[in-house]
């Protein structure tokens, strides 16, 4: 009888250890599928995405000392895409500050934590084969984002992204990131980075989150961020920098041309 628990409990073990293995399995391919189709919305993203304006509203607030500023910021933001010499897609974000509080604004900067770059471009490499050697990346099963279905993986610097220059920062970061599970693509992005140098060696916890949604361009659709979150904490909570930044009214870059010809009896010449 002894003999025959034990040979039982061993059975048992080994069905248990083939069972983990073949459920670390199915989680590692799935999750290798889910990056091939990130990496192709994020390819079909970089080469088909036209330049393009949009309104940028930011309400921006500096805290310190216990004084507390508040700005209110409306700029036309732009994004171009050009090639480099070399062949590589190139993306420049850019704004055109209109309006500071209220009143005619030129040349101003919005106040608060650094400007949140890449928001257009890197962000939404956060879950990508692109970046899969930055980022150790975890499939989370049954989430939800409100109350709609989400694919949720969480992600973490690697040790080896701190000083790899094709990563988007030296900075640990980690984060959660929530995926649409019938197109795949990015509903929002969730990030914190400790210790994040925020201004004149003013160490912070700063947390961001950006919130994406469809945009249409001629006829064709691309997810674009919809408001961006961002808050710095200084760790000697002596400040705390945070802007919301809120994005709409899409519309495509073009450049009109027309050719002018002289139909008079003595042209001029050029």
């Known amino acids: 009888m002894r003999s025959l628990r034990i040979a039982s409990a061993v059975v048992l073990a ?32 970089q080469r088909n995405v036209p330049n393009f304006f949009c309104d940028e509203h930011v309400l921006s607030s500096i805290e310190e000392k216990h004084a507390l500023q508040r700005t209110s910021t409306d700029s ?16 420049t974000e850019s704004r055109e500050i209109a309006k500071r509080n209220g009143q005619p604004a030129q040349g101003e900067k919005i106040q608060g934590p650094a400007i949140f770059s890449g928001a257009f471009t890197n962000a939404a490499a956060v879950v990508s084969l692109d970046l899969a050697h930055c980022y150790d990346y975890k499939l989370l099963p049954n989430t939800r984002l409100g109350k709609s279905p989400a694919i949720v993986v969480d992600f973490a610097s690697q040790e080896s ?34 210790d994040h140098d925020t201004v004149n060696g003013i160490l912070s916890l700063w947390t961001w989150e950006i919130d994406y949604a469809p945009v249409s361009f001629d006829s064709r659709q691309f997810w674009m961020p919809r408001r961006i ?34 139909t008079g009896d003595n042209p001029q010449p050029r």
């Open 14 to 45: 080994s069905t248990l250890l083939l069972l983990r293995s073949s459920a670390q399995s199915t989680d590692e391919a799935s999750l290798r599928d889910l990056l091939i189709r990130m990496q192709g919305n994020l390819a079909d993203y």
């Open 161 to 194: 992204a701190l000083t790899d220059s094709f990563c988007p920062t030296p900075e640990r970061v980690a984060g959660r990131a929530y995926i649409d599970p019938e197109n795949f693509h990015l509903l929002r992005v969730e990030a914190q980075i400790p």
């Open 76 to 91: 036309i933001f732009r994004l171009r895409r050009s090639t480099t010499p070399a062949g590589e897609l190139e993306f």
């Open 229 to 262: 979150a961002s808050s710095a904490k200084a760790n000697d909570k002596t400040a705390v920098w945070s802007f919301t930044a809120n994005y709409s009214n899409y519309h495509k870059l073009t450049v009109n041309s027309r050719i002018i010809t002289d």
